[in-house]
């Protein structure tokens, strides 16, 4: 269950990353994108290291349940979700 709520909250960001890469590119300021403002860049690739970082947090679990101790599992909860959330908030903010 753990790992199929963190791959659900990964699909929100990746949806939130897409709608948020959008509209940077679209909204101006000044006459210019906002993509290109230094602090938008860095929301979008504190985004961005999210995503990777919980892919590569997920793939470790895809094996067999019997296979994944409880203990990792609540690991991955708690280590995917406060990455998770920030992520999203740095969506909302671009």
Same mark, same amino acid.
């Given at each position: 269950?753990?790992?199929?709520?963190?791959?659900?909250?990964?699909?929100?960001?990746?949806?939130?990353?897409?709608?948020?890469?959008?509209?940077?590119?679209?909204?101006?300021?000044?006459?210019?994108?906002?993509?290109?403002? /230094?602090?938008?860049?860095?929301?979008? $690739?504190?985004?961005? &290291?999210? +995503? %990777?970082? *919980?892919?590569?947090? @997920?793939? #470790?679990?895809?094996? /067999?349940?019997?296979?994944?101790?409880? $203990?990792?599992?609540? &690991?991955? +909860? %708690?280590? *995917?979700?406060?990455? @998770?959330? #920030?992520?999203?908030?740095?969506?909302?903010?671009?």
């Amino acid at each position: 269950m753990t790992r199929l709520l963190s791959a659900i909250a990964l699909g929100v960001l990746d949806h939130g990353q897409t709608m948020a890469v959008a509209f940077a590119a679209a909204r101006r300021q000044g006459g210019v994108p906002i993509e290109r403002h /230094p602090a938008v860049q860095s929301m979008l $690739a504190d985004i961005a &290291a999210a +995503r %990777l970082q *919980t892919q590569q947090q @997920l793939q #470790a679990f895809w094996r /067999p349940l019997g296979a994944i101790a409880p $203990a990792q599992a609540v &690991a991955l +909860r %708690l280590s *995917t979700s406060a990455t @998770l959330v #920030a992520a999203t908030n740095q969506v909302m903010q671009v």
